[in-house]
């Protein structure tokens, strides 16, 4: 058997498979605090370390204006191609090519 040395955000589609399931958790954890916290209505969203932008693809589908950047090239090719997103043009994903350093 063949064993690649790789790191799993090299391999979106795996990474997905693997930790994709989580996402309503996270919106309506999200929608939660919206609710409890905004003090007007919230309808756009930014979200940093956004991988493959699978819960920016469902807060989109529910009408929120989204965007996010991830640090992985492989993560962000794997949204685009041939329409992944299903929607219209309200999704933007940025990849930073070097992290942040403080100060």
Not at 62 to 89: C, K, M, Q, W
């Amino acid at each position: 058997m063949e064993v690649i040395h790789a790191h799993l955000y090299d391999y979106p589609k795996y990474y997905d498979l693997l930790f994709g399931s989580n996402w309503k958790a996270k919106f309506d954890f999200l929608e939660s605090c919206f609710e409890k916290h905004a003090r007007r209505c919230v309808r756009r969203l930014f979200e940093p370390a956004c991988g493959t932008g699978r819960l920016l693809i469902k807060l989109s589908q529910a009408g929120y204006e989204v965007s996010g950047n991830d640090l992985t090239p492989h993560s962000v090719a794997y949204s685009y191609p041939s329409g992944r997103f299903g929607i219209g043009g309200n999704i933007w994903l940025h990849i930073r090519d070097e992290p942040a350093h403080p100060g």
